[in-house]
């Protein structure tokens, strides 16, 4: 069974409640999260972000290299059209 977690609205609900025994103003029962939780989620946009950026740059060689391929090729094909007209 899933418990919902308590909404705090203001500072003040926060301190007001510290009188209750069964109440505890800690980070898993007001539901922040907690340091280290905060800590893994950043690595993981920050990782995510890293790998769009290498997907990017590697997609920007890979059209370098087919566009060098290309102009490489034409400019053989065009010194052998030339060498076979010559013969």
Not at 28 to 57: D, F, H, N
């Amino acid at each position: 069974m899933v418990m919902p977690m308590p909404s705090i609205m203001t500072s003040d609900q926060l301190r007001t409640m510290r009188h209750v025994k069964s109440y505890r103003a800690c980070p898993t029962s007001t539901g922040m999260p907690m340091w280290c939780l905060e800590m893994g989620r950043v690595y993981q946009e920050e990782l995510a972000l890293s790998i769009r950026k290498m997907r990017r740059l590697r997609r920007l060689y890979q059209e370098e290299a087919a566009r060098c391929h290309r102009e490489l090729r034409r400019r053989w094909l065009a010194a052998a059209g030339r060498q076979s007209r010559s013969s």
